[in-house]
């Protein structure tokens, strides 16, 4: 039996040491990894260009161009679509699970799964802030659909097609389109199966931004309803109005009358104004709402496009110009190029219209403006603090089948063109920047930086897990186990390359367990 090297030693107890640290919450995971990096490479089991391998890996290039893709899609409103479509209204995690996982797996049976995972990503995200549900629920599931279909097809995934180019070089009959469905299949039904019952107990539940909230502070906003609007002729609830997270509707003003306690049962027409009272974050879905539109009339006075504002919150200090002035008689449009969206003072929402709102020391303003505006009024003597709200820029609904064309144009290049997802996803995020999908501050803003690093710092760990040998004698070890008895063997070659898959890429797992069996079997006969 083939020893440990001491590299390889030394190597192995980074990684128990690592997984330790990855399990208190206390320490930044992308700072746990690199920390193992830099062991490894003061060690010299690295190199220093073997350290930053993963920083050139196609994958890891893959993952940060989607985030500019998914920006696309994001900006043009159809993850909020997709999250509709697929989970709609479910009353329950087990019902929203079977009606995520079950299409997300048939996808992934013939679509690349990154880009699959990478669409739906946001879209579970709105979906669960926007029915209270806790996003730590469904992120596991969404994950694990997509690996349970892509067992089912030849193409399901990469390193299904790698594995039978390899078979094919070593003299073995290619696999048919769905022979390992024979497998794959009962594996993900099974899997989606245990998932959804055993929700309940093994998927954490984690508090959502708005049930974190202790002491919100509360808006009253004025929306109206578009007159192309898809929404016009629905009821209250129909519309997805009735039950919103953090928010709810006060009143509707229509033909100069107010109903205030409005019904569920309530249809709507064009042009209804609509009151709405909440928190930020239940303000910023509702400015994504296809069909609803910010009613200040100073709105679209602005020079920026829709596109390129955000909501941004400021307090208004005591030596601010238009303190004890309306709003509209300060002329606060023309003098900060923003406009007051609603005003919130003491925690509690002002009542009113917005222009005829006395401004005070201390209220809190809800404004549209460039993001640009935080910057200049920053260290204003007008304002007390100034924050941009996370993730508030309009959708452009108006591109969203342009941002759907260029999704379907990615995944059909890479499932039936022939081309890397690389440069697939490269031209996809080029088309949504041009096509002004996603603004270019949009798509930069979008990149997950401590992800990649993470990515790229576990592909290096990999990496250390090959060149020190500790991977192909942990291999071969565990093969002596099995002895003759093919079942055994079967076994033992299941549990290794899970066990690797853990530590080192799915492919490079699977390629070094290919060679491995192969170099048995050849030596056996």
């Not at 880009?115 to 029915?131: G, L, S």
């Amino acid at each position: 039996m083939t020893m440990f090297s001491n590299d390889a030693l030394f190597t192995i107890v980074v990684v128990l040491l690592t997984m330790g640290a990855l399990v208190l919450p206390r320490f930044a995971p992308d700072l746990v990894l690199m920390g193992a990096l830099t062991l490894l490479l003061m060690a010299g089991v690295l190199t220093p260009a073997q350290m930053l391998e993963g920083l050139s890996n196609p994958g890891l290039a893959t993952v940060g161009v989607l985030f500019v893709v998914t920006a696309g899609l994001v900006g043009t409103g159809v993850t909020r679509q997709i999250g509709e479509w697929f989970l709609g209204r479910s009353r329950s995690i087990a019902t929203s699970l079977l009606r995520l996982m079950v299409p997300v797996a048939v996808l992934s049976a013939f679509l690349n799964n990154t880009p699959v995972v990478a669409m739906m990503v946001p879209a579970v995200e709105d979906w669960a802030r926007r029915q209270n549900v806790a996003v730590s629920k469904l992120m596991i599931p969404l994950s694990y659909a997509a690996i349970l279909g892509g067992t089912c097809t030849i193409i399901g995934t990469s390193t299904n097609l790698i594995i039978n180019s390899l078979a094919i070089e070593s003299g073995i009959e290619s696999l048919s389109f769905f022979e390992i469905a024979l497998v794959g299949l009962p594996c993900a039904l099974l899997g989606i199966a245990f998932t959804i019952i055993s929700s309940k107990w093994l998927l954490p539940t984690r508090p959502t931004l708005v049930s974190a909230h202790l002491d919100p502070r509360e808006y009253a906003v004025e929306m109206l309803v578009d007159p192309t609007s898809p929404i016009v002729g629905r009821t209250i609830e129909e519309a997805g109005l009735r039950q919103l997270p953090g928010a709810y509707l006060a009143e509707i003003e229509r033909d100069g009358e107010v109903m205030p306690a409005v019904a569920p049962s309530v249809r709507l027409r064009e042009n209804d104004r609509l009151v709405f009272v909440g928190i930020v974050e239940s303000v910023v879905d509702l400015m994504k709402t296809k069909g609803l539109i910010p009613a200040a009339e100073q709105l679209f006075k602005l020079d920026a496009p829709r596109q390129k504002r955000c909501l941004i919150e400021a307090v208004v200090s005591d030596r601010c110009p238009i303190v004890g002035r309306t709003i509209r008689e300060g002329r606060f449009r023309s003098n900060y190029e923003a406009v007051v969206l609603a005003v919130a003072r003491h925690g509690e929402r002002v009542a009113g219209k917005i222009g005829d709102i006395s401004l005070r020391s201390g209220d809190t303003l809800l404004l549209e403006a460039r993001p640009s505006f935080v910057q200049q009024h920053y260290d204003s003597r007008d304002f007390l603090l100034v924050s941009e709200v996370a993730r508030s820029e309009p959708p452009s609904h108006d591109r969203a089948w342009i941002s759907i064309g260029i999704l379907a144009a990615m995944v059909a290049g890479v499932t039936l063109g022939g081309i890397s997802m690389l440069k697939a996803a490269l031209l996809a995020a080029g088309l949504m920047v041009l096509t002004r999908c996603a603004t270019s501050e949009r798509a930069r803003r979008s990149i997950d930086w401590s992800l990649l690093t993470v990515i790229a710092a576990a592909l290096g760990i990999g990496k250390a897990m090959q060149v020190s040998g500790a991977a192909e004698v942990i291999a071969q070890t565990w093969m002596s186990l099995a002895g003759e008895d093919p079942w055994a063997a079967l076994t033992v070659v299941y549990i290794t390359t899970a066990l690797f898959t853990a530590f080192l890429t799915n492919i490079a797992a699977a390629v070094l367990m290919f060679e491995k069996v192969r170099q048995d079997a050849t030596h056996s006969a």
